[in-house]
């Protein structure tokens, strides 16, 4: 958590972030960039019995180079999680990683040419606890949405977690 790199712009009622060097992705990391992030946000949700949605989008989106990538994130930790996200070559990016693997074969969903630097990028996450599943959805400078597909979540991301024990011991 790095307060100096969030904004609450109060005209807009907009958060910006100012993103930094660092990916959650991989176990054991591959290098001292993986598993480090700067505000990654999150918010604990409880009695989730139905499926529910998570949204946003991002304004006048330039990611730069390097991987970078800004979207959505849903877990419980750093290898364990769901994401959505617009990154680098025009890309919108759907991945589950689970106890720090992520196969591109069957928990990587990617649509190219999608975007360009500058432009709002719409993007949202369905997920449902009963099915396990996740479905996402993307649109570009306020046009349709449309469906990059689905992915089976494992059970244990809707199990939640209720304090430091519990987290030390599904790690």
């Known amino acids: ?17 100012l993103s930094q060097a660092g990916i959650a992705f991989l176990d054991p990391p591959a290098s001292s960039n993986n598993n480090n992030q ?3 946000l999150g918010v604990g949700l409880t009695g989730v019995t139905a499926a529910y949605t998570v949204k946003t989008t991002l304004l006048s989106l330039t990611t730069g180079g390097s991987a970078a990538q800004a979207g959505l994130w849903l877990g419980f930790d750093e290898d364990n999680f769901v994401k959505l996200v617009a990154a680098n070559d ?3 990016e759907l991945r589950v990683e689970s106890a720090g693997v992520s196969d591109n074969g069957t928990q990587q969903l990617l649509g190219s ?11 949202e996450m369905l997920i449902d606890p009963i099915a396990e599943t996740v479905t996402a959805f993307y649109g570009v400078n306020g ?3 449309a469906s990059l597909g689905s992915l089976d979540l494992p059970s244990n991301y809707f199990t939640g977690r209720t304090g430091i024990t519990d ?3 599904n790690t």
């Open 113 to 123: 040419s999608i975007w360009s630097p500058g432009t709002d990028i719409y993007l």
């Open 38 to 40: 700067v505000n990654t």
């Open 90 to 92: 025009n890309q919108i």
């Open 1 to 17: 958590y790095e307060p100096s790199l969030l904004t609450l712009n109060t005209a807009s009622s907009q958060l910006e972030i």
């Open 167 to 169: 987290l030390a011991a």
């Open 143 to 145: 046009g349709s949405v």
